[in-house]
């Protein structure tokens, strides 16, 4: 079943940024990450995006294979590549900079500590369901 969000030209920069946003949860899906929240930060004026991606592994390696996948499919299927991207060393928290959607991907206990969607909590947070 194809997502009907992925159908559409990208001819206005929302289109874009639904395609991103869909592209990374599928990619964090693919590498069993979980507790996914999309944070629509658009409405927020002084956002450094339109939306935050967020996901949370079990360990750095899981935490480096879903962020490996992210930047692989984005580049594949969208031909996106990141604008940045920084947190390999630890392997903690990597962030993945595509402009109007940053992807953040944690290992749970650095979640925790951050807690990042009670920064934006004026924002719009939708819970994606894990899939097992």
């Known amino acids: ?12 920069p929302k289109d874009r940024t639904v395609n991103l946003t869909n592209e990374s949860v599928r990619a964090i ?8 929240s999309v944070v629509d930060l658009s409405r927020i004026e002084t956002a ?9 592994a079990n360990s750095t390696s899981q935490v480096t294979a879903i962020a490996d996948n992210v930047r692989e499919e984005l580049r594949k299927n969208l031909g996106m590549k990141p604008y940045n991207y ?18 953040h991907v944690f290992q749970r206990e650095t979640r ?21």
Request: proline share 3%.
């Open 29 to 36: 899906q693919d590498k069993k990450g979980g507790k996914i």
């Open 112 to 132: 925790e500590y951050y807690n990042i969607e009670d920064l934006w909590s004026d924002a719009e947070i939708e819970q994606i369901p894990d899939l097992d």
């Open 1 to 12: 079943m194809q997502n009907k969000l992925l159908t559409t030209n990208e001819n206005t």
């Open 86 to 103: 920084d947190g390999y060393r630890n392997s903690q928290w990597i962030v993945i900079d595509y402009g109007e959607v940053i992807v």
């Open 48 to 56: 450094p995006a339109s939306r935050f991606v967020i996901c949370e």
